[in-house]
């Protein structure tokens, strides 16, 4: 069993729909849980991060961990073409200068 | 924010040669940088940590003689490629995190892909 899992996709919704985007984990170690976007040929960019259990929301991005079930979800609300990327989750288990460790990563297309 | 830049963002070169790639903050110092290497489609693979003024520390099954990484500074760390062959063409990708900082406050680079032909 991989450390992560993510749903590889792809995902194409049109443009307004919600989407949702989930990981699951294995390391019961992971405290802190991250959403990246990456578009195509470059580097992640961070999305959210959030710390232990709970949710956190910016802007249309909803961010939430539930370590009991070892899940984590990124929702986006009125997707928009520009949204259109890889999303990766990533984790570690401590907060200071530590590795992630990253999901697949699912390919969203929000189509016009 | 903080800025992670690479260089190069491109390059090609032939099997059996060396190639290296630098990875720079620009505007913070840090004290660890990490390697990732990712091919179409697939995710992030830490390759190795690097550190400052020590050795760099290597994932499981990252070759370390074939994957050189020298930390000279606290703003740049480089990746050589030695003896590259066409299985090392993939996408590179460092990060920083602010030095003291949080998980979470890691930088990316943008990525340099290498294609060895």
């Known amino acids: 069993q991989k450390e992560v899992e993510q749903d590889p996709g792809p995902l194409s919704v049109p443009e307004g729909a919600i989407v949702s985007l989930n990981c699951t984990y294995s390391?019961?170690?992971?405290?802190?849980f991250m959403w990246y976007r990456q578009y195509s040929r470059k580097g992640p960019e961070l999305l959210m991060y959030?710390?232990?259990?709970g949710n956190k929301e910016d802007g249309r991005f909803t961010a939430q961990v539930d370590k009991s079930s070892k899940y984590i979800s990124l929702f986006i609300r009125d997707s928009q073409p520009s949204d259109s990327a890889t999303y990766l989750c990533?984790?570690?288990?401590?907060?200071?200068?530590?590795?992630?460790?990253f999901g697949k990563g699912i390919t969203l297309s929000v189509r016009p | 924010g903080a800025v992670v830049s690479q260089h190069p963002s491109w390059v090609i070169c032939k099997s059996g040669t060396s190639v290296k790639i630098e990875c720079r903050s620009l505007?913070?110092?840090?004290?660890?940088m990490f390697w990732y290497r990712q091919f179409p489609k697939q995710s992030l693979m830490l390759m190795a940590t690097?550190?400052?003024?020590?050795?760099?520390?290597?994932e499981q099954g990252v070759e370390k003689d074939k994957f050189l990484i020298n930390h000279a500074s606290l703003t740049l760390s480089t990746l050589t490629v030695t003896s590259a062959h066409p299985e090392d063409s993939s996408f590179y990708i460092c990060?920083?995190?602010?030095?003291?900082?949080?998980?979470?406050?890691?930088?990316f680079g943008p990525g340099t892909r290498l294609t060895v032909t």
């Open positions: 990060s920083a995190p602010l030095a003291g900082g949080t998980s979470y406050e890691q930088y």
């Open positions: 390391n019961s170690a992971f405290q802190y």
């Open positions: 959030t710390y232990s259990s």
């Open positions: 990533a984790m570690s288990p401590t907060g200071a200068n530590s590795k992630l460790t």
């Open positions: 505007d913070f110092q840090a004290t660890t």
């Open positions: 690097s550190n400052e003024g020590s050795k760099a520390t290597y």
